[in-house]
């Protein structure tokens, strides 16, 4: 069920043109720069945009500006670290093709900072209204947040409108976004 609902919206993402995808990003980060948990977060981990997702680049570069630490993850043996950077140098391509960290040249996050206000931006491909993502299937979101409390985290899923589904069926271990920003509205998901 899942490997349908991620074939049936990864094809409608990748479907968009280039054009389609700077504009929508756009409204996505007009309305994350407005939102408290952004402004006043510390410390940002977010995904490297790869193809059609709604594209980070800009916001990595404005989080930086504003003097954030930003994080990026490395894949590593099926599991996902962090790591922080300081701009765009340094990062190498994975055998997928995605941007990430040097594990050579960038320091690994490995505990939490307390009184660090943390968001995490999430990709994903369908989201229900609740909060609920349907990934790329591997887990590594759920995965790395579910070692931590989850209020210590703002869980942010940037997501175009079309993305958005009624229902997506959960497993125990699925964690769910706080807010779902799309080109056409911020989803308040938490309880």
């Not at 991620?6 to 756009?26: A, C, F």
């Amino acid at each position: 069920m899942k490997s349908r609902i991620r074939r049936k919206y990864k094809e409608k993402r990748d479907q968009l043109t280039e054009d389609l995808v700077h504009e929508y990003s756009m409204k996505v980060r007009k309305r994350l720069y407005g939102l408290q948990e952004f402004l006043n977060c510390d410390m940002l981990f977010t995904y490297i945009s790869f193809g059609n997702e709604v594209d980070t680049h800009e916001i990595i570069r404005k989080a930086l500006s504003m003097n954030k630490h930003v994080y990026v993850p490395r894949v590593e043996n099926k599991n996902m670290s962090f790591y922080r950077i300081n701009g765009f140098e340094g990062l190498v391509r994975s055998d997928f093709g995605i941007l990430e960290p040097d594990d050579r040249i960038h320091l690994k996050y490995t505990k939490p900072l307390p009184g660090f206000k943390k968001v995490m931006l999430l990709p994903g491909l369908a989201f229900d209204k609740v909060g609920n993502r349907i990934g790329y299937g591997a887990g590594y979101y759920d995965r790395y947040l579910g070692k931590y409390p989850q209020d210590e985290w703002v869980k942010i899923a940037l997501a175009y409108d079309f993305q958005i589904t009624d229902r997506i069926t959960v497993d125990i271990y699925d964690i769910p976004a706080d807010y779902i920003i799309t080109n056409d509205e911020l989803i308040i998901c938490k309880k």
